[in-house]
């Protein structure tokens, strides 16, 4: 392990060094929320709040975290979310977080929105891999793109179905967020004091948009891109557009973007295998309640008729046993990685997945389970599970 990686024991030193890394704009970019980032900040917030029960007298000897999510085997029941820009957290990103969730054992997902294509992710990975899907107003272009993500061999279609209008961010509007960066003044400065970032992005011909750009006629550039992305987004999404994708793709169907129970029941009927609550990370619905206060419920709602995953707020793997214990199969993290990713690429994607793995190892352990399929023990009885309902 080299020095830099000694050091490092949490997500926390992960987030430090990719604050030093990566450029602001992109930092900035996932390091944030919508508004006033009160959705955002109590994600995590409340995740804290619950207590877990220390047991003692048990012997803890033979542990296990393996499970299954949609199906799928897993090291231990968390799965690298959709993420927009990867690719400039890190050259190349979107491939390196996918070789390193191959080879630890959890599964990626590949965003709509990423620098690397479905086809140079497939390329440079064995084993199948997910795809997350935004609602277009270009229907030709989301059967184009399904049938991308088919013949990659890709395993799951995520289905995103709380992104019809973008929350507003402060953070990337004042940065001018763009991709690749404009050359402004500002932009050139805080380049300059990332010469590593600079020049692994110049080693790169990845640098723009590549699931888009070159399948969608008229778009060549960033200007066309931006363009034809902020008027792609679609407004009259409904739930028959849900059973249109259901009927084109013959996998495993997940929706993500669940946080009420209504739109939980309704999810359930569509088909769909899977359904993620998660308020988007606190990225557009701000004073949204924060997801783990929503997953009991939506998890009571539609018991076992749909597997529930869950998002936003996961930063240790005493959080990921807390969601399994409030009623997920499995979580989602995005914001973790991507720390990881700017701070040390490949490696620290891994590096992000080791420190989980060993919290949730050393907290089922205190905890006294033995077995990750017996995590609704963790938690205190019934004032923790009180209060997470009355976050709601």
């Known amino acids: 392990m080299t020095a830099p990686q000694a050091s490092i024991t949490s997500i926390e030193d992960l987030r430090r060094l990719a604050a030093r890394r990566v450029p602001r704009m992109f930092y900035d970019y996932v390091d944030a929320g919508s508004w006033t980032e009160q959705t955002y900040l109590s994600n995590a917030e409340d995740l804290a709040r619950i207590r877990l029960r220390q047991r003692v007298g048990v012997n803890i000897a033979m542990r296990n975290q393996r499970s299954s999510m949609l199906g799928e085997p897993v090291t231990m029941p968390v799965a690298l979310a959709p993420t927009g820009l990867a690719g400039m957290q890190w050259a190349d990103g979107e491939i390196l977080a996918a ?3 191959e080879l630890f ?5 590949l965003s709509t929105v990423s620098v690397c294509s479905i086809e140079d992710v497939a390329e440079h990975t064995t084993r199948p891999f997910w795809f997350q899907l935004y609602m277009m107003r270009d229907r030709a272009f989301m059967e184009r793109l399904i049938r991308r993500a088919h013949a990659a061999g890709c395993s799951a279609l995520v289905l995103t179905l709380d992104l ?3 929350g507003q961010r402060h953070k990337d509007i004042k940065n001018g967020l763009s991709t690749p960066p404009k050359p402004t003044l500002r932009n050139l400065a805080d380049l300059a004091r990332r010469p590593a970032w600079c020049l692994a992005m110049l080693r790169t011909r990845r640098r723009t948009f590549r699931n888009i750009v070159g399948h969608v006629e008229g778009v060549g550039d960033v200007s066309s891109l931006a363009h034809w992305v902020s008027a792609q987004f679609d407004q009259t999404l409904s739930w028959d557009d849900v059973r249109w994708v259901r009927r084109l793709w013959d996998r495993k169907l997940i929706l993500k973007g669940i946080l009420d129970v209504e739109d939980a029941r309704i999810a359930a009927s569509t088909g769909a295998d899977a359904l993620v609550v998660s308020n ?13 206060a929503m997953l009991p419920r939506i998890a009571e709602a539609v018991g076992g008729s749909i597997e529930v995953l869950f998002d936003s707020g996961i930063r240790s793997g005493q959080d990921v046993l807390k969601a399994l214990a409030l009623g997920a199969k499995g979580v989602m993290i995005g914001r973790a990685f991507l720390y990881g990713l700017g701070a040390l690429g490949e490696d620290g994607v891994t590096r ?3 420190i989980m793995h060993r919290e949730l190892d050393l907290t089922m352990a205190l905890c006294g389970i033995t077995d990750i399929a017996d995590a609704e023990r963790v938690i205190l009885p019934v004032p923790d599970k009180d209060l997470i309902r009355q976050l709601a």
Do not use: K, W, Y
Not at 105 to 109: A, E, K, N
């Open 105 to 109: 054992g959890v599964p990626f997902t």
């Open 99 to 101: 070789r390193a969730a």
């Open 280 to 292: 988007h990370g606190g990225r557009q619905l701000d004073g949204a309640p924060s997801s783990i």
């Open 352 to 354: 992000c997945l080791e």
């Open 164 to 166: 019809q209008v973008q």
